[in-house]
């Protein structure tokens, strides 16, 4: 089972957050607070991640997509508001494609659909490195690949809870997530995805830049697409006044029109 918060009205398609590797769904913190006055929000944690039970075995794309759409459909409504950040876009990408009706809207957070072969190579020595040294021999290069030197400066206390967590994780499931996600080609089925789409990305992402965005943005029919500037791969946690600008225009615009099955 698992763990999943929820709050903020009834009525409308809910918003459903999916977070990125290694963290859990605290780290919705600012969105959840920016949505929960208008908007019915869900929050859970990835399998094997937070309050989730999980093991290796579960993290394949098309289960990602499968425990996700079990969110949705678990909350009573016909279908959701989903928004993915890095390996949670992915999810909402494959959630998308293989339960369309699941979805009203789709927002991608620094995300991608296809890697080059240079990226993959490096995704597979991430998964060794955690094999090799646990998880700590991957905190300091994933700081320096999620947040810019400025805010590392500035906010300590963000870095030391996000170093925290990543410790705390299991080196065996974020091993199979970064196995998953070197196999990850989801380009050539994207003109399927119809539902409105917001495309997020940090001005200074190195790890799913503009151009992967520019990808999305290309194959995707729907879309809107937005550089955050001085901003790199958490760009919720970096500017998270400009992600709740942009995610609350686009819901406002996207909202259901049809109510839904109430709690």
Same mark, same amino acid.
């Given at each position: 089972?698992?763990?999943?918060?929820? #709050?903020?009205?009834?009525?409308?398609?809910?918003?459903?957050?999916?977070?990125?590797?290694?963290?859990?769904?605290?780290?919705?913190?600012?969105?959840?607070?920016?949505?929960?006055?208008?908007?019915?929000?869900?929050?859970?944690?990835?399998?094997?991640?937070?309050?989730?039970?999980?093991?290796?075995?579960?993290?394949?794309?098309?289960?990602?997509?499968?425990?996700?759409?079990?969110?949705?459909?678990? /909350?009573?409504?016909?279908?959701?508001?989903?928004?993915?950040?890095?390996?949670?876009?992915?999810?909402?990408?494959?959630?998308?494609?293989?339960?369309?009706?699941?979805?009203? /809207?789709?927002?991608?957070? /620094?995300?991608?659909?296809?890697?080059?072969?240079?990226?993959?190579?490096?995704?597979?020595?991430?998964?060794?490195?955690?094999?090799?040294?646990?998880?700590?021999?991957?905190?300091? #290069?994933?700081? /320096?690949?999620?947040?810019?030197?400025?805010?590392?400066?500035?906010?300590?206390?963000?870095?030391?809870?996000?170093?925290?967590?990543?410790?705390?994780?299991?080196?065996?499931?974020?091993?199979?997530?970064?196995?998953?996600?070197?196999?990850?080609?989801?380009?050539?089925?994207?003109?399927?995805? #119809?539902?409105?789409?917001?495309?997020?990305?940090? @001005?200074?992402?190195? #790890?799913?830049?503009?151009?992967?965005?520019?990808?999305?943005?290309?194959?995707?029919?729907?879309? @809107?697409?937005?550089?955050?500037?001085?901003?790199?791969?958490?760009?919720?946690?970096?500017?998270?006044?400009?992600?709740?600008?942009?995610?609350?225009?686009?819901?406002?615009?996207?909202?259901?029109?049809?109510?839904?099955?109430?709690?």
């Amino acid at each position: 089972m698992l763990n999943v918060v929820r #709050t903020g009205p009834g009525g409308d398609s809910p918003v459903v957050l999916v977070h990125p590797i290694g963290l859990d769904l605290s780290y919705w913190g600012e969105q959840i607070e920016a949505l929960r006055y208008t908007h019915d929000v869900i929050a859970y944690d990835l399998p094997g991640h937070g309050r989730s039970p999980g093991n290796p075995q579960m993290w394949t794309l098309d289960q990602a997509a499968q425990a996700l759409a079990g969110v949705i459909q678990s /909350s009573g409504a016909q279908s959701a508001h989903v928004v993915g950040l890095s390996v949670g876009g992915m999810i909402a990408q494959a959630t998308a494609l293989n339960h369309p009706a699941l979805l009203t /809207s789709l927002t991608l957070i /620094s995300t991608a659909a296809v890697f080059s072969e240079e990226a993959r190579s490096a995704m597979h020595q991430r998964a060794e490195m955690a094999r090799d040294g646990e998880m700590a021999a991957v905190v300091s #290069t994933t700081i /320096s690949r999620w947040f810019t030197h400025e805010f590392v400066v500035q906010r300590p206390d963000i870095i030391d809870r996000v170093e925290k967590t990543l410790l705390s994780d299991d080196p065996a499931i974020y091993r199979a997530i970064w196995e998953m996600i070197a196999t990850l080609d989801l380009v050539n089925r994207l003109h399927q995805i #119809t539902v409105p789409t917001l495309i997020l990305v940090g @001005e200074l992402d190195t #790890t799913t830049p503009p151009a992967a965005a520019a990808v999305l943005n290309a194959h995707i029919a729907n879309t @809107e697409m937005h550089v955050i500037p001085n901003a790199s791969h958490m760009v919720s946690l970096e500017k998270p006044s400009e992600v709740n600008r942009h995610l609350q225009r686009f819901l406002k615009i996207n909202r259901a029109s049809a109510s839904t099955t109430k709690r």
